[in-house]
Each structure stands twice: as structure tokens, then as C-alpha cells.
């Protein structure tokens, strides 16, 4: 029976040589379409998934306004993880990505001068930021 079904099929092809070269050659795109996009979903889902307890870590990002638009960059300021730990007492922070010489001015809410906290300089660790919370 199922010989038959591709004597038939084999028969339509050698008959209907163009139409039969569109139909493959949109299969064929399609599938290629289709394995593509899996490829890159499946890469996409298994970012840091190596790390354990994978589904409890966030990478915190900054945002900067420019004139030419809003960026993110990677990594927080140096004095951030104190002022976590004082709004999230359930988050542990694990390590800081970088610090290369920044320093962060906290603007004055009233008349007073702005707030300049300490500078670092010269100093790079290559670490991530991740906020772990604990359940």
C-alpha cells in the first residue's frame, strides 16, 4: 500500500516537474525556517542555566539618558549593593561586575550641595552582577 503512495507521488513529480520544484522548495525553506528558530530560542533559554539555582539569578543593568537615547549597560555603581541589601532583605548579592574609576554624585534634595561618595580608581574585577533571592 504505502508502495504504491510513493510510486504515485514519484509519478506526480516526473508529471508536474515546476509546480512540484515550488512545493519542495518552499518545504524545504520552511523547514530550514523552523530549525533556525529553534536554534536560536533554545540558545537564548540557556543563558547562565550552568549556574545552580539558575532560575533565582537576576543581572541588574543601568540605565543612562543621552541625548541620543536610552542605553543600558551592564553592572551598577559601587555603593548599589549596600542599598540593596537595605530594600531586599531576602537578596543576597554575590558580586559586583566592575569598577573603573566612577564615581557616583547623589544630588541634593534641598538647597545643599551634592553628595560626591568616594571614588575608586584603577581597580577591575570581572565578576557579574547577581541578585539571588532566597526562598
Known amino acids: 500500500m504505502i508502495k504504491n503512495y510513493f510510486k504515485i507521488a514519484f509519478r506526480n513529480i516526473i508529471r508536474h516537474k515546476g509546480y512540484s520544484a515550488i512545493n519542495i522548495s518552499g518545504l524545504t525553506i520552511s523547514v530550514a525556517a523552523c530549525l533556525l528558530i529553534f536554534v536560536v530560542i533554545q540558545y537564548e533559554l540557556s543563558f547562565d542555566t550552568f549556574q545552580p539555582n539558575y532560575k533565582n ?3 541588574l ?3 543612562e539618558n543621552r541625548p541620543e537615547g536610552v542605553t543600558f549597560n551592564p ?3 559601587t555603593p548599589a549593593p549596600g542599598a540593596l541589601r537595605l530594600d ?5 548579592i554575590a558580586a559586583l561586575e ?3 574609576g566612577s564615581q557616583v554624585t547623589v ?3 534641598h538647597s545643599g550641595a551634592d553628595k560626591k561618595l568616594p571614588k575608586i580608581s584603577g581597580s577591575f574585577f570581572w ?3 547577581i541578585l539571588t533571592y532566597s526562598k
Open 57 to 59: 539569578i537576576y543581572r
Open 61 to 63: 543593568v543601568t540605565q
Open 75 to 77: 553592572g551598577i555603581a
Open 88 to 92: 531586599f532583605p531576602q537578596a543576597k
Open 98 to 100: 566592575s569598577s573603573y
Open 107 to 109: 544630588p541634593a534634595e
Open 127 to 129: 565578576n557579574r552582577n
